[in-house]
């Protein structure tokens, strides 16, 4: 494990004075997490540094092909002064994972790990301990070679920001409206939708914006080869109850395979609820809308943890689901994953990690 | 129009001595042009300065979501001095293409043109004039609001950088050796493979590696969805000769729309040749190569322009082509498109924009 250089700022920015007010990822704290790779040192120079923009060629392959990977986190401070990650190990496996499909070269597990706990050491009097809110964690990784030519990138940096955020959604834990999108396509298989990249999200802009125009806060995308299957919300997986049983889809190479999502996998079946990691065609989920076997449906994701979902659109048929509430699962599923994250319930699971 | 300020270097770089070494987007110019958007003066500030790196917010959404465009174009200085751009106006209008899918807001083309224009007039110098070279242009659109939700920026830079190139492929006009891809998928329709956006070009690279530890220079993608139907080579659109005929993969959403393949099919089809632009199964492919049908392939692209195809390889079929050597209709391409970029040939067909 490498050593971290810590520098610490002379000119500390002042910490937002209302917690109900911070909005997501807009503010960030006063350091910064750097780490460089070239082919000669691998990842080297890991450091802590204040808060500043970088500085990069205009040929830095980063802005013309897309060579960047990301993750996203959360720290919380329990009432009793510790500090709390959410299970980074997943994470850090998933970013390498996202890593080797990008071709940029793999993070060691340690120095990840070493650099987030650090960072957030530094900066833990920006962690924020209203409910709802929570230091947001963003790794990164951009290439750097000011080079125009079609290759992997021999340089790159890895970063770790901070954001002391509320809720990813304005209106918190109320019921989201989602479009099922059958026009756009976010990934297929074979292509990168697994690996957290920014492609994947440039993709869903175009869908979401038209979402937005038609009241639906996000989309739910369908799978890019039959159009038929359910894949995730972009910054969410998608969890449904029908009939009784928890049915969520296959993770098949085009889907994030969530950190949350794994999560409420492993909670609902620890409940004794059934679940079905399968195929989930858009017809199924329309006909038990009809039929009221779909009883709850719920997102989940870093930065939402768990978003019900009251509203789902596919065409013309608008599904309103469980009287558009909240829906039991998700409320116990929300409670326990915050539960266990701001140290209010005992972690039994073992998914947290303590700062210091 | 609006008017470009112009701040010219006062530390003019060394020009390269031997223009037998460019290697391709490595060196660039004294040079660059910057415009910036913003929701409420639109586009706007359009400027020549010297070149110089960029500085932003580690938060910057382009990091973080892929919100990036770019394009490709080249200037040539013919023997009596003028300058010239190869159709500038189609890269124009596939830019703001790109932009319309990725939520981009889009670039007037006459700030568009007019920036490019004086740009390379101001690095008129650095433009090579050895057979081959040219000034390989990019202009490129990056997201930059510090923020990170997912959501379309608020604000951007468009930037256009020069770099005095020699061949895109080091091996000149020599024919490539291409490696047919049925694992991996570069795009699908209802993505944005049309666009000209780094989501395309990481999502290539894998595949790409491994072609070149197979000793293949290059990857043709097929259909993600059936996996059976030639699209393109990444950085080139493609071409086969089959029983006389020109034909190439006709433009379905997930191919780009090459301003090198749309002239090829105009001057084949000037030149009295039948062009079918229609799906092209590989199983075709290979069959047309068994049976000596498939006369000839090239590819199509600014960077390389004509780059004709000697082997392709799909899963255990070698398939050489006219002899592995360069076939006639590839040539006579290459010198015409060539010809008439350099001014060595009568523009016909009105495609050259003098830049002064």
Redesign the interface.
């Known amino acids: 494990m490498q050593e971290i250089k810590v520098e610490l700022t002379q000119n500390p920015k002042q910490k937002p004075a209302d917690e109900s007010k911070l909005g997501?990822?807009?503010i960030?704290t006063d350091h910064?997490y750097i780490m460089e790779y070239n082919p000669e040192k691998g990842w080297h120079n890991p450091r802590v540094e204040p808060?500043h923009?970088?500085?990069?060629?205009?040929?830095a392959m980063?802005?013309?092909?897309?060579?960047?990977m990301?993750e996203g986190m959360k720290a919380y401070k329990t009432e009793d002064g510790r500090i709390l990650l959410f299970r980074p190990d997943k994470n850090i496996e998933r970013a390498n994972n996202s890593n080797r499909?990008?071709?940029i070269p793999e993070i060691p597990a340690e120095d990840f790990l070493n650099g987030l706990k650090k960072l957030v050491e530094v900066d833990q009097d920006w962690i924020p301990t209203q409910p709802g809110t929570s230091l947001?964690i963003?790794p990164?990784v951009?290439a750097t070679d000011?080079?125009?030519?079609?290759?992997?990138s021999d340089t790159y940096l890895f970063?770790i920001?901070l954001?002391p955020s509320g809720a990813?959604y304005e209106s918190g834990l109320d019921p989201v409206k989602i479009w099922i999108e059958d026009?756009?396509?976010?990934?297929?298989?074979?292509?990168?939708g697994e690996a957290k990249?920014?492609?994947?999200?440039?993709?869903?802009?175009?869908a979401?914006?038209k979402a937005h125009d038609e009241g639906y806060s996000q989309v739910l995308w369908l799978d890019?080869?039959e159009?038929k299957y359910i894949e995730e919300v972009?910054?969410m997986n998608i969890f449904f109850k029908i009939n009784g049983k928890v049915v969520t889809p296959v993770l098949n190479g085009s889907i994030l395979p969530g950190v949350t999502r794994a999560s409420c996998i492993d909670l609902c079946r620890h409940w004794g609820l059934e679940v079905e990691e399968r195929r989930i065609s858009v017809d199924e989920l329309v006909a038990a809308a009809k039929d009221g076997s779909l009883e709850e449906c719920w997102g989940s994701g870093t930065a939402a943890v768990i978003s019900p979902v009251g509203h789902l659109r596919f065409e013309d048929s608008v599904m309103q689901i469980g009287g558009g509430g909240i829906g039991p699962v998700s409320q116990k599923l929300y409670d326990t994953v915050t539960g266990i994250q701001t140290g209010k319930l005992e972690d039994t699971l073992g998914w947290t990690v303590r700062v210091k």
Do not use: W
Not at 62 to 68: K, L, W
């Open positions: 997501f990822g807009k960030f910064m808060y923009a970088i500085s990069l060629e205009p040929s980063v802005f013309h092909y897309g060579q960047e990301f499909r990008l071709c947001y963003r990164f951009i000011p080079f125009l030519g079609v290759r992997p970063m920001i954001s990813y026009d756009y396509v976010r990934a297929v298989r074979g292509g990168i990249t920014g492609g994947n999200y440039v993709a869903s802009l175009k979401q914006v890019g080869v159009r972009g910054a």
